[in-house]
């Protein structure tokens, strides 16, 4: 059975950090792509990060600088350490995993892929 469950989310204020993690099963830890992916209120969800099993990465420019996704082997996880965080930054983050497009992993256009497996969220509010 696939899943995902993401902790680390919390409360902080803008310049702060925080450091996200999703547990993955053992048959989510080993798709092609894992990613994170936000979603503020009112706002279209949008991905933030992608690795994947060759651990490549990707980040989107609004956190490239301040965001970094990584994959912890020892303990199936999917992490991303968030730095420098802003106000805007604010939104329920989500852990997701899939097999991808061949080699391809897409996270940038959510309105025309949707990732198969996603965990249930975790709330970052950044404050002023």
């Known amino acids: 059975q696939v899943q995902l469950v993401e902790s680390g989310g919390g409360s902080v204020q803008a310049g702060g950090s925080l450091r996200l993690s999703c547990a993955a099963s053992?048959?989510?830890?080993?798709?092609?792509?894992m990613a994170w992916f936000r979603q503020a209120p009112g706002k279209a969800r949008e991905g933030v990060a992608v690795?994947?099993?060759?651990?490549?990465?990707s980040h989107a420019d609004s956190v490239k600088g301040r965001f970094t996704i990584s994959k912890d082997n020892a303990k199936n996880t999917l992490d991303l350490q968030m730095n420098s965080l802003k106000p805007e930054d604010t939104a329920v983050y989500y852990c997701?995993?899939?097999?991808?497009?061949?080699?391809?992993?897409?996270?940038?256009?959510?309105?025309?892929?949707?990732?198969?497996?996603w965990g249930q969220g975790t709330q970052v509010t950044v404050s002023s």
């Open positions: 053992a048959d989510a830890y080993s798709m092609h792509c």
């Open positions: 997701a995993a899939d097999y991808g497009v061949g080699t391809i992993c897409p996270f940038t256009r959510t309105d025309i892929y949707e990732y198969k497996y």
């Open positions: 690795i994947d099993s060759d651990g490549a990465t």
